[in-house]
């Protein structure tokens, strides 16, 4: 495969150093920007493959994988695809996506783990009591968090892939949303998560006598509108798997997003928001992109906690299948 001509590495190399000699980085930070600058060099050692047939050889230098190089992904990504379509349901699978306003990033900076482990909870609360009151049913939900936007800003958000199927109450299996273009109403599906959410939030600073410190942050949420974005169901189990996957083992920005790097900035590739599909160029200040990245690292607990509710076989029905219930994969 082709080296990519502009690669994060690029990045690293050109503009962490100022940021790296401050010393104000986690021993963490400073191994993944090593890790990243480093990854398939000589500092990295290699290793020797030689052909059964001609015994022509060739040299090949190791990988570091750090979760947060964007080379080192895409076969951790392979491999998490493969493991989830054996359990994925083989019915219709609804996109939808869980926001959450930026007035509150300052709670999340403040204590990243319990404002994620909000954000999954009440996220997984909002669909379990949709299931029931839409549907009388328990439905089940595969959702990855992002904690950043594709211009490095903070923007924790849950990708969310919902099976069109369920338990009913009488414990007999149940396909729902056979009408219509979403699972559910977005407007009260919006307004029951902030509901939840922010509930929750203030349930939890009050435990910890925090309440006064960010009243005026939840005065301002509850002034937004808050929107869960709902997309059209997929229909087969593979690509809905894959669909996600393009979700999972992500950076903050990957090689392929690089399109020119100067003395001064970076040009990207992104998305335009308002056109789904549709792409767009912008530049961001160089000096800019280290920092921003570390706010976006994670550590391996945390992670681990906030990327996945893992699909679970807590339910099954005679004919084998299973559905997840919102069990996720750290507590």
Known sequence: MARQRHELSHVVSRFAKPLIARK???????????????CRTASMGGHEEQCTHCDKKRYSYNS?????CPKCQNTRQAIWVEELVKTTLPV???????TVPHCLNDM????????????????????????YTHFGCETGAVAVMHSWGQNLSLHPHLH????AAGYSLKGQWKTV???????????QLSATFKGKFLDSLKRKLRKMNNQDAFASHINEAYKKSWVVNCEPPMAKADHVVQYLGQYTH???????????ITNTQCNLHGQRLSRPGAKQTGSIKGR????????????QRVCAYSSLWDLSSDYKTKSGFAICTGRKAYH
Do not use: E, M
């Open 24 to 38: 104000s980085l986690s021993p963490q930070q400073t191994k993944a920007f090593y890790n990243i600058l480093h």
């Open 64 to 68: 570091c994988g750090d979760r947060h």
């Open 92 to 98: 219709k699978h609804y996109h939808i996506i869980f």
């Open 108 to 131: 999340c900076l403040w204590d990243a783990k319990g404002y994620y482990n909000l954000l999954f909870s009440s996220a997984w609360d909002t669909l379990r009591s949709f299931g």
């Open 160 to 163: 969310c892939l919902v099976p």
């Open 177 to 187: 949303g056979k009408n219509g273009r979403y699972l559910y109403p977005v407007h």
């Open 250 to 260: 992500r950076v903050a920005i990957s090689n392929q997003r690089i399109i020119n």
């Open 288 to 299: 800019r992109i280290p920092a921003s990245f570390c706010s976006t690292y994670s550590s």
